[in-house]
């Protein structure tokens, strides 16, 4: 139960102020992320009914849910986005790159790379039909969060030390093939075997940035999960219009 707690800690801005926490139990915690991520779903499809109650236009109800999704997880996958932007545009070598990630200040890339997401995030969300926004909203949430798990188990730690370094370390075998059923029970429940095709290409996503990061830097940081967060967030709202 407080690895499950420590999951919704670390994904959403909700203040649960968990006591005495391991690294087993934050370990742990990447087992339910795929559960995390359908909760931050539950909730925006929440808001996107009330919206809908309220008659609003569709562009502005795309919008709010966005808006909503920052809020919920307080822009740090966005920060992470960012923060890798402008490590990987800066034509630095690995230890600098990884410097970079650690400034507090954003440069121009970070800056536009924050603005080319939320302008596609709306824009694929304002796409997909009415009727079909909720099931949207919980795919991408869920299997963006799965991705995480999967960059987690499959790429090593770029640092000596860090915050998303416990996760790594903890990382087994077993934390993974149960986060991978969560992930394939949720898809299929929300979508049925197009949400299983979704699964496939999110992971495969998930898979090159990985790739991309671990050549760049020598592995995964936790800026770079945020980024292949945000990023299959994408992917999933852009997979989900086409098919």
């Not at 949207?136 to 000596?160: D, G, H, I, K, T």
Request: charged share 15%; net charge positive; with cysteine.
């Amino acid at each position: 139960m407080k690895s499950f707690l420590l999951a919704i800690q670390f994904l959403t801005v909700i203040p649960l102020r968990i006591k005495e926490i391991s690294e087993q139990n934050l370990a742990k915690a990447t087992l339910y992320f795929p559960l995390a991520g359908l909760l931050i779903g539950l909730v925006l499809s929440e808001i996107n009914l009330g919206l809908f109650i309220l008659n609003l236009p569709s562009f502005t109800v795309s919008i709010i849910l966005i808006v909503s999704l920052i809020g919920l997880t307080g822009g740090m996958h966005l920060d992470g986005l960012s923060d890798s932007a402008d490590a990987f545009f800066s034509g630095k070598p690995k230890e600098e790159m990884l410097r970079v990630m650690r400034d507090p200040h954003i440069g121009v890339m970070g800056v536009l790379s924050i603005i080319c997401v939320i302008l596609l995030k709306v824009s694929l969300l304002e796409s997909v039909s009415a009727p079909e926004k909720a099931g949207a909203l919980l795919l991408m949430c869920v299997l963006s969060r799965w991705s995480a798990v999967l960059a987690m188990f499959l790429f090593p730690y770029a640092r000596q030390e860090g915050k998303a370094g416990v996760f790594i370390r903890g990382m087994t075998l077993k934390i993974f093939l149960i986060s991978l059923i969560s992930a394939v029970i949720f898809s299929f429940i929300i979508w049925q075997v197009k949400g299983m095709i979704l699964l496939i290409i999110v992971s495969g996503c998930a898979y090159l940035a990985g790739r991309f990061t671990s050549k760049k830097i020598g592995g995964i940081t936790g800026d770079t999960l945020g980024a292949t967060i945000e990023l299959t967030e994408i992917v999933t709202l852009g997979i989900f219009c086409i098919l």
